[in-house]
């Protein structure tokens, strides 16, 4: 199943467009973890168990791993979700953007090494460093539209022929870059009118937004502009909200995540009809 | 020393802007490194000790070690040409791009990790994904401009307000991210005039220029686009034509490589003056 049709199956079998996000900040794990070789794992693992029900989606964040030296345990995290949880896509978000025979090595890492089914890809350098990654049939490929951290707009806000650049690079991925099929966008939550309008460009095609924790009060408003017609089209993705719930030292922080992630994934679902 | 003036000092002692970059590419590497367990390491080794003489900079491309999972190797490598030749800059070349907490776990993967003097990071997400490395006050970030691809045209040319997006880029690191002096810009050889149209530009910054081989007939003009004043002011990069430059089995990749990095230096010098 390509990662299209495996989104789509997520979407319905767990009543849910929330991704669950890694980002293993060992200064924030729980203390049995930061001593623990192999704790960063072991976290994740147990947010991976509380949570797959709720998720469409897990995505770790590779540059958590890399700056540990960690590469091991995220192969063994991506494994894991893998053979347990092989109806939920995995993403490896590593921004990845290079050319020719570079951005097939970094295809191997993400869709071979790591096994993930979709990568995500920065699309500053053009056609020819996404082109590569299509060579896996069967994978995604998951490029930066519009996002939401305040420098977002110095370049992505810029004024092409009457239209912020980030509609352009929506319009090049719609028309040209996703021609099998296998493309998505990333558009941050923060701006919900502009969520819309790359939704009106791109039709169907689904999109990676980060920026709603549980507390985000604009949860509505970036469901009700980011939806398809269905009710769907959208992996909405919380990380350190769900991660680090837990309030209180000693409290389980995988009950707490998985509480943060159903209230989540509810105030999500509560308006995708309608 | 910090990376500018250690950038500097290299162009200076070694009398050269050749910049020998590190792309492993197993199916390439003479038959002993790949049986090698340790080979990609071997392999880099014996280049960097057959040029480091004739060297700006050396620039490991990290995709090629991350494919491999080679991460350890890659350390080895960095830490030898460290500790070996530590008056020549160590540029890895990475392409970054993520915000805030995550930007700030990629430069310590950068910069730590790999004790790299300098990364490349992609400008697409804004000024808050390039600030982080900044906290790194001796360590550079090399922003790509203007790539010489195909597909580079597909972003980079756009039109913004009369000039193409790749100008507003120059303009930006020039007159806003550079107000450390830590920055230099990625410019493609490909097109002289555009190389000229960002010197005009920036005024001294470096710039990391890739597209030139020992072969490559546009040497002269992009020499005479992209010099400073003082006819330095680039590492003109040069991966495969080096690492492969042996032609037949048997022949010395070591000895090839250093003939092919001394006639490439060679045919820069000749066009830094005048």
């Given at each position: 199943?390509?990662?299209?049709?495996?989104?789509?199956?997520?979407?319905?079998?767990?009543?849910?467009?929330?991704?669950?996000?890694?980002?293993?900040?060992?200064?924030?794990?729980?203390?049995?973890?930061?001593?623990?070789?192999?704790?960063?794992?072991?976290?994740c693992k147990?947010i991976i168990d509380?949570?797959a029900?709720?998720?469409?989606?897990?995505?770790?964040?590779?540059?958590?791993?890399?700056?540990?030296?960690?590469?091991?345990?995220?192969?063994?995290?991506?494994?894991?979700a893998?053979?347990?949880?092989?109806?939920?896509?995995?993403?490896?978000?590593?921004?990845?953007?290079?050319?020719?025979?570079?951005?097939?090595?970094?295809?191997?890492?993400?869709?071979?090494?790591?096994?993930?089914?979709?990568?995500?890809?920065?699309?500053?350098?053009?056609?020819?460093?996404?082109?590569?990654?299509?060579?896996?049939?069967?994978?995604?490929?998951?490029?930066?539209?519009?996002?939401?951290?305040?420098?977002?707009?110095?370049?992505?806000?810029?004024?092409?022929?009457?239209?912020?650049?980030?509609?352009?690079?929506?319009?090049?991925?719609?028309?040209?870059?996703?021609?099998?099929?296998?493309?998505?966008?990333?558009?941050?939550?923060?701006?919900?009118?502009?969520?819309?309008?790359?939704?009106?460009?791109?039709?169907?095609?689904?999109?990676?937004?980060?920026?709603?924790?549980?507390?985000?009060?604009?949860?509505?408003?970036?469901?009700?502009?980011?939806?398809?017609?269905?009710?769907?089209?959208?992996?909405?993705?919380?990380?350190?909200?769900?991660?680090?719930?837990?309030?209180?030292?000693?409290?389980?922080?995988?009950?707490?995540?998985?509480?943060?992630?159903?209230?989540?994934?509810?105030?999500?679902?509560?308006?995708?009809?309608?």
């Open positions: 199943m390509n990662f299209i049709n495996k989104l789509n199956a997520a979407w319905t079998a767990n009543d849910s467009l929330l991704c669950v996000g890694l980002d293993p900040d060992m200064a924030k794990l729980p203390p049995q973890f930061q001593q623990d070789p192999n704790g960063i794992f072991n976290f147990e509380a949570t029900d709720l998720a469409c989606s897990f995505k770790p964040q590779i540059a958590y791993f890399a700056a540990l030296s960690a590469e091991r345990q995220l192969e063994d995290i991506c494994a894991y893998r053979e347990n949880y092989p109806h939920i896509p995995l993403i490896l978000d590593a921004k990845r953007g290079d050319i020719g025979a570079t951005a097939r090595q970094y295809a191997r890492e993400a869709y071979d090494r790591y096994g993930a089914d979709a990568v995500t890809v920065n699309p500053y350098m053009g056609s020819d460093s996404v082109e590569p990654y299509m060579e896996w049939a069967d994978r995604g490929v998951i490029i930066l539209c519009r996002t939401s951290n305040a420098g977002g707009s110095d370049l992505q806000f810029l004024n092409v022929d009457g239209k912020p650049l980030y509609q352009h690079v929506a319009r090049l991925v719609a028309e040209k870059w996703n021609s099998n099929g296998q493309c998505a966008l990333v558009v941050g939550a923060t701006f919900p009118e502009e969520l819309a309008q790359v939704r009106a460009i791109i039709g169907d095609m689904p999109l990676l937004v980060p920026g709603v924790g549980a507390q985000g009060g604009d949860v509505e408003a970036t469901v009700k502009s980011g939806r398809t017609a269905n009710g769907a089209g959208m992996m909405i993705n919380s990380s350190r909200a769900i991660l680090y719930a837990a309030q209180q030292p000693g409290e389980d922080f995988a009950m707490a995540a998985r509480r943060v992630a159903l209230e989540t994934r509810d105030a999500i679902n509560a308006h995708r009809a309608g």
